[in-house]
């Protein structure tokens, strides 16, 4: 059996088919299911509010403490909610949508998020450039908030916390040592759990600011790439 106690695992383009869907893979999900039963905790890390990830989390029997909001705040059912962020972006939030309206528009989960809030880039535009745009302005109008993009949505993150920040707490409380975890994503966004775990996996799609910081970069695009190192783990091989 691998060294592997813990895989923090994202969503939006990591177990789903693709990076331009949210269709789960559910070849995937039972293997992730196979790999909690043989007691590695599955542990979600993402973007996406708390309510969504804690659902997701329960109905598809994975069994690790979940992260939402982008490491904003944890849920397990040992330990109940933990709040890592500071003080809430909701402000920004309602300034950006505005401001930016023609480019951006509002998410449904914001009325379920409490410290990071999030914004879909509008039908015919370049993520990356409405992302640039909206950072620039942000982070030069407000010291204490850092923007982000997921390939899904533009994230306004407290300052201080990241997925990786999350990681490290969830590490260091349940007495997991780095070599012994694993972190797999897509986006940029993930590259900060690779600072804390020994297996830093990307899969085959993902952004290049992510792949050039971790040690394994999957051969599959998304959920396949992931189906194929989760087998591995299962037989030992990583
Ligand atoms: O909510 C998003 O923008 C993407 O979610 P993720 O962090 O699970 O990829
Ligand atoms: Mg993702």
């Known amino acids: ?27 995937l999900v039972s293997v992730l299911r196979k790999l909690t039963s043989r007691g590695v905790y599955v542990s979600i890390v993402s973007s996406n509010a708390l309510p969504v990830v804690i659902g997701l989390s329960r109905y598809l029997g994975f069994n690790g403490p979940v992260t939402g909001e982008s490491g904003s705040i944890i849920y397990y059912d ?22 930016f309206k ?16 999030a914004l879909k880039v509008r039908k015919g535009f370049d993520g990356w450039i409405v ?46 040592s780095p070599d012994e975890a694993a972190g797999v994503g897509d986006s940029v966004m ?17 952004d290049e600011g992510l792949k050039k910081v971790c040690n394994i970069v999957l051969d599959k695009p998304s959920s396949k ?9 299962i037989e030992g091989a990583v």
Request: aromatic share 12%; charged share 30%; hydrophobic share 40%.
């Open 190 to 206: 993930d590259a900060e759990i690779m600072k804390h775990v020994g297996y830093k996996v990307a899969v085959g799609n993902a």
């Open 131 to 176: 992302y640039k745009r909206i950072a620039e302005y942000v982070e030069s109008t407000y010291k204490d908030v850092r923007v982000g993009y997921s390939g899904y949505a533009i994230h306004l993150m407290p300052k201080g916390v990241d997925k990786g920040v999350a990681v490290k707490y969830i590490l260091d409380r349940m007495s997991i």
């Open 1 to 27: 059996m691998s060294r592997i106690r813990i895989m923090f695992i994202d969503v939006d383009g990591t177990i789903t088919e693709g990076r331009d869907t949210y269709l789960l893979d559910l070849e």
């Open 102 to 117: 023609d480019y951006v528009e509002d998410t449904w989960q914001n009325r379920f998020r409490i410290y990071e809030y």
């Open 225 to 233: 790439g992931v189906l194929d190192f989760a087998r591995k783990i």
């Open 78 to 99: 040992k330990w109940g909610i933990v709040e890592l962020a500071g003080s809430p972006t909701r402000h920004v939030y309602v300034d950006v949508l505005e401001r």
